[in-house]
């Protein structure tokens, strides 16, 4: 399954429901698997982004569905970067 890095910073509103709810974290993980993905890794980061989470989806299209809903709540804004293998890397160069 591809799997994607989907970066995330907060916004004051999602700081508050953070601090408010630390548990949301884990709500937002299940309503991704309910949108057809899945978080296989996340971190907390300090610096630009406030988490980095490795994500498996079956295609774009489902990437695509998860990154507008979260980003439509607005309480974080979202970057998504593709993660290729390095041996597909490779072998495609």
Known sequence: MPTYVLLTRLSPDGV??????????REVNKEVEALGASV???WAT???????????????QTIARVSLELSSRGTGSFETLTAI????FIAGI
């Open 40 to 42: 296989t890794a996340q």
């Open 16 to 25: 508050q429901t953070i601090k408010n709810n630390p548990q949301r974290i």
């Open 85 to 88: 293998p390095i041996d597909d």
């Open 46 to 60: 300090l610096g630009q982004y406030d988490f980095v989470n490795i994500v498996e989806a079956p295609d774009e």
